[in-house]
């Protein structure tokens, strides 16, 4: 058998016994328990986990991660804490952020103008890149 352990002893020494709702069941030689193998679940890549830390730490909320990735929020908080990853303790500005080609990014950071007085940070999504944009203090 490949890789099948008592979920409860961590044992290999287990043995068919029988079928259930259509999945094998498997009982353990060590402890006498009995249990089915569950499906491991959808594995997300790595860099997706990056990305939408990284977009949590500037600030950017789970439902806007979601969209921008395309991961589901709740995967966002489940990394969120899992990481113990600390939310930004300054709650009074909410970046901006788009999401542009490589002629677009070269076309914003042309415009110096537009960032005064702005904080900006640059992630690359796959083929495109995400711009992320805050006031660093309020203009008069």
Known sequence: MKDIFCPKCKNQE????????????????????????????????????????????????????????????????????????????????HPTYQVLNHAELAEFFADRESLRGTGSMVTELGDKFMVIKWERFKRK
């Open 14 to 93: 287990v043995v068919k016994s029988g079928v259930v709702k259509g999945k094998q069941r498997y009982k353990c030689h060590a402890c006498n328990y009995h249990f089915s193998v569950m499906k491991d679940g959808k594995r997300i890549d790595p860099y997706y986990v990056i990305k939408a830390l990284q977009l949590y730490i500037e600030g950017v909320t789970f439902r806007e991660i979601e969209r921008i990735l395309g991961v589901s929020h709740v995967s966002v908080i489940n990394w969120v804490k899992e990481y113990n990853v600390k939310a930004p303790e300054n709650l009074d500005y």
